[in-house]
């Protein structure tokens, strides 16, 4: 039951999110562009401790309506490696967790030089889990689950034309957890676990 209601939660936000986008910033009213970056995590932003860092990639394919307003599609892949000994989840803790972040953000665009501009993002996101976690406690070493989780991020991001059709992307942001993912081994449940962190992002957008 709390599974269900957890992703029925997370289906209404997204769609009452993606409404909100659409009707800010019509699809068609200016040609749409994909960015495609690399991105580092720091976690420790908050007070979970499991994991040590994470890099990704993501892409995104956002849509212009009327300036500076727009909104994107977003998935990516994300790795976060395991930070050793956990107080969180009372043991030491190994492997790595591989995240899939699916979700869409609205977008607000100023030019700042000819060629440049900075884009501010606000957004969520659904992370779906792949999980080789291993918990080591005074009972044993067990396997980690980590259910489906809701994220928001904000970020800053600066582009640079490189050509016609071909910009470079520098940003930085935060992410964290609205809703948190529930974490468990086959022995018992565990601290929720939490993706919140700041992150680093380069990469390219290609115009069409």
Do not use: C
Not at 152 to 170: I, Q
């Amino acid at each position: 039951m709390k599974i269900g209601i957890r992703l029925l939660s997370i289906v209404g936000v997204l769609g009452a999110f993606a409404g909100v986008t659409a009707f800010g910033a019509p699809i068609g009213s200016a040609n749409p562009d994909l960015v495609v970056r690399t991105a580092l995590h720091v976690p420790g932003a908050g007070d979970f401790d499991v994991y040590d860092y994470a890099a990704g990639i993501e892409a995104q394919y956002r849509f212009w309506g009327e300036a500076p307003w727009g909104w994107s599609l977003a998935a990516g892949l994300t790795q976060w490696e395991s930070g050793g000994g956990s107080t969180d989840w009372a043991g030491d803790v190994g492997g790595s967790a591989l995240a899939f972040p699916l979700g869409a953000s609205g977008l607000v665009a100023f030019p700042t030089a000819p060629g440049q501009r900075v884009t501010l993002e606000a957004g969520l996101r659904v992370i779906f889990v792949e999980s080789d976690l291993k918990l080591e406690t005074s009972t044993g070493r067990r396997d980690v689950d980590v259910a489906t989780g809701l994220l928001a991020v904000v970020a800053a991001e600066w582009e640079a034309e490189l050509a016609e059709d071909l910009s470079l992307a520098l940003g930085a942001g935060y992410q964290f957890d609205l809703l948190q993912a529930e974490a468990e081994t086959d022995e018992a449940d565990l601290q929720d676990n939490q993706w919140q962190s700041f992150f680093f992002r380069a990469g390219v957008v290609f115009r069409f």
